[in-house]
């Protein structure tokens, strides 16, 4: 059984006052909810890990540095979000491959650095409305794969997450037939190149516009084994629902 994930990336949004939702996102949580993780802005990292400690939920960061240390001024490296028990860390999304010209390359380096730090990566591809507009979705998500992922990725140290860039903060959600395309894409992408044993125990998680009201219908896709949510998840009201529904999907 493939575990399934649901992760809330905070963005550059809350302060340290909004930590109270990790409490009250347990509260709120079935017993048998699936695991959570929680990525908020590097500064909560450490109070982050304290908050949770008895609620079960994991902390993660929003991305690291390639490098191991060094000049590197207003950086943050893999080992120093480790060093705040964070277990997790968000690497090559769309917003930092866009804003921060992160090459496939770079995210590479960067989950290889993560997982030198005993962290687990998330690793975001994700195709433009451009392609998408163009039928060329499943090109673009070949080439990120191939670009960013490592050789010796395992099961364990990596969760990739789809997030079509179109699809992100804008309400607009792909229908049910696109997400199940991609992510049985990206299933057999991985099959071949790292053997089925490795493929079929990889989270592979949707992101973009996930909502209480649409996750039911995400979680029926067989290989959506969870959800990278931004807006929805900086309310604990509004990602239990979506976690509750993960955990009867
Ligand atoms: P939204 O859920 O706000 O669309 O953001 C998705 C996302 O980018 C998560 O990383």
């Not at 990206?186 to 490795?198: E, F, H, M, N």
Request: glycine share 8%; net charge negative; aromatic share 4%.
């Amino acid at each position: 059984m493939r575990r399934k994930l649901a992760a809330g990336n905070w963005k550059m949004n809350g302060t340290a006052a909004s930590l109270r939702e990790l409490n009250a996102l347990k509260s709120l949580l079935p017993a048998d909810a699936p695991d959570v993780v929680i990525c908020p802005p590097a500064p909560l990292l450490f109070r982050a890990c304290e908050a949770a400690r008895e609620t079960g939920i994991s902390i993660g960061a929003q991305d690291c540095h390639m490098q191991e240390s060094g000049a590197f001024t207003g950086d943050i490296s893999a080992a120093m979000i480790a060093d705040t028990g964070a277990t997790y860390v968000i690497v090559g999304h769309s917003e930092r491959r866009e804003a921060h010209e992160e090459r496939d390359r770079d995210v590479r380096k960067k989950a290889q650095t993560a997982w030198n730090a005993g962290l687990t990566a998330i690793i975001c591809i994700g195709e433009t409305l451009e392609d998408h507009e163009a039928n060329n979705t499943l090109d673009i998500i070949a080439g990120q794969l191939a670009g960013s992922l490592p050789g010796d990725m395992t099961a364990t140290n990596t969760v990739i997450a789809y997030e079509p860039i179109w699809a992100i903060g804008t309400g607009k959600v792909p229908t049910l037939e696109q997400i199940v395309e991609v992510h049985d894409f990206i299933r057999s992408k991985l099959a071949v190149r790292y053997g089925t044993d490795v493929a079929d125990m990889i989270p592979l998680l949707y992101g973009g516009s996930v909502k209480p009201d649409n996750a039911a219908t995400i979680f029926r896709a067989e290989n959506v084994d969870g959800a990278l949510v931004g807006g929805a998840s900086l309310k604990a009201a509004d990602f239990a629902p979506i976690i509750r529904a993960l955990a009867q999907s």
